[in-house]
């Protein structure tokens, strides 16, 4: 399988084509492509990252194309989440026939909205990959067991291989980056309020940087929070990836708080909103040297066995292989 595309119907990430690992704009390949989620033309984060898997792989933002455009796709995962009536289905199957189509949920935050709708999308495709673990389908997500075609948890890849080469940092302050998303409020929980406790009461200083949307935003995240040692978000929502904590294990660091999945998986003994909790922890780690190490390389061995870039590819060459058998 060479040839991927990632389909959304309406979005504010413009159509991209990846050619030798990097971004450029679908229609006009002179130019590179990057957006807020992505650092430059070569590391996109989360979701956005699939097309950079394969060999020739596409982005389509489905809003910018009024015809489809001719292309020998072998696979497609596509998130249709608004205009049911307009984009469908049976117009890729038409467009691209030889193609497997997975259907795919892009946000989990607003995975159940237009739930009918959806539904009726992913029981059209061969195939439903979840970017959050099974574990969370019962009680979080229930209704996506309501699909008639196999529902599959595929990890969003991560660029550990990028990131470790670009941002790690074998020197680092002995400081905190304390995470504060400003689009997403609710998602801080008590990060700020425990940074400040901690970084008061343990003489620690902190960075927090209060973001921005422009293309550079993660690129002066990474930039900021490489320094650190520490790195605190408190996000209370478990069904989501946890990006944070897969981007601080390729950079070797320590994360704190928060219970999302990656959270879960990466930092098991940090991966918490109960403050005790991790001021306990907080102060074990920043008195035990071989403490941290054992965090850290945790982490790294973790997120290599998880999410890298080969691993996701290789379980979604699995499924193509099983669905064409």
């Known amino acids: 399988m060479k040839n991927f595309a990632l389909i959304v119907d309406k979005t504010k990430v413009n159509s991209y084509r990846v050619i030798d690992g990097k971004a450029y704009n679908f229609f006009d390949v002179s130019k590179s492509y990057q957006f807020h ?16 898997l394969f060999e020739n792989g596409y982005f389509l933002n489905w809003s910018e194309h009024e015809v489809l455009p001719d292309l020998d796709l072998d696979l497609i995962m596509v998130a249709i989440e608004s205009n049911y009536e307009k984009y469908t289905i049976s117009q890729l199957r038409k467009k691209y026939p030889n193609a497997v189509i997975i259907g795919t949920i892009k946000e989990t935050w607003n995975w159940s909205q237009h739930w009918p709708k959806r539904l009726e999308v992913y029981n059209q495709c061969d195939y439903v990959f979840s970017c959050i ?81 422009g293309v550079t935003k993660w690129l002066d995240y990474l930039t900021s929070w490489s320094q650190c040692t520490f790195h605190f978000n408190l996000d209370p929502i478990e069904y989501f990836p946890g990006q944070q904590a897969m981007q601080c294990a390729a950079l070797g660091m320590i994360h704190l708080g928060g219970v999302n999945d990656a ?17 306990e922890k907080f102060v074990e780690l920043l008195n035990n040297n071989d403490k941290r190490i054992e965090h850290i390389t945790y982490a790294w061995n973790k997120a290599n066995e998880l999410y890298s870039y080969n691993v996701v590819k290789k379980q979604i060459e699995q499924v193509y292989e099983e669905i064409k058998k």
């Open 37 to 52: 989620g992505s650092i430059k033309n070569k590391c996109f984060m989360g979701f956005w990252g699939y097309p950079f």
């Open 133 to 213: 673990d099974e574990r969370y389908f019962n009680n979080s997500i229930p209704q996506i067991l309501q699909c008639t075609v196999p529902v599959k948890y595929i990890p969003q890849p991560i660029n550990i291989e990028y990131l470790y080469d670009n941002f790690y940092k074998e020197t680092r302050s002995e400081q905190i980056f304390s995470y504060w998303p400003y689009w997403n409020q609710p998602r801080c929980g008590q990060t700020e309020q425990f940074t400040n406790y901690i970084s008061q009461k343990y003489n620690i200083p902190f960075i927090r940087p209060k973001g921005h949307d």
């Open 263 to 279: 959270h879960q998986v990466l930092y098991p003994e940090t991966a918490t909103i109960h403050i005790p909790t991790l001021e």
